[in-house]
C-alpha cells in the first residue's frame, strides 16, 4: 500500500523559514508527479505547488509563487517544500500527494499523506 509520510512541521516565527519533506516508503511514485497542498479550518485544501517526475518542471499557487520552492529526489523517493518569509497566513496542515492527471485542484490528486502543522507565529 502506498504511504506518503509528510514531516518537517513546527512553529517558526514570522519571516522565518521551513522545509517539508514527503517520503514516500513504497517509492511508487518514483517517476510521476507530486504536489503539495494545504488546508486551514473551515476552507477546502488550497493548492501549494506541483513538480514534474523528473524535478525538470514546476508550478504554484498564486498565494506561495516566489517564497516557496518544490523539489525532488528521486534516489530518496523524497519530495521538499522550502518555505520562505512565511507569515501567519500560512499556518496550516501540509499535505503531499501524487498527481494523476494535471491540474492543481484537490481532484487531480490522490494517495494523500497524513499532514504535518505549520503555525507561523506573529
Known amino acids: 500500500q502506498v504511504q506518503l509520510v509528510e514531516s518537517g512541521g513546527g512553529l517558526v516565527q514570522a519571516g522565518g523559514s521551513l522545509r517539508l519533506s514527503c517520503v514516500d516508503s513504497t517509492r511508487t511514485y518514483n517517476y510521476s508527479p507530486m504536489g503539495w497542498f494545504r488546508q486551514t479550518p473551515g476552507k477546502e485544501r488550497e493548492f501549494l505547488a506541483a513538480?514534474?517526475?523528473?524535478?525538470?518542471?514546476?508550478y504554484y499557487g498564486d498565494s506561495v509563487k516566489g517564497r516557496f520552492t518544490i523539489t525532488r529526489d528521486n534516489d530518496k523517493s523524497t519530495v521538499y517544500l522550502q518555505m520562505n518569509n512565511l507569515t501567519p497566513e500560512d499556518t496550516g496542515i501540509y499535505y503531499c500527494?501524487?498527481?494523476?492527471?494535471?491540474?492543481?485542484?484537490?481532484?487531480?490528486?490522490?494517495?494523500w499523506g497524513q499532514g504535518t502543522q505549520v503555525t507561523v507565529s506573529s
Open positions: 513538480i514534474s517526475w523528473g524535478g525538470e518542471s514546476a
Open positions: 500527494a501524487h498527481r494523476f492527471r494535471p491540474g492543481r485542484t484537490e481532484g487531480d490528486f490522490d494517495s
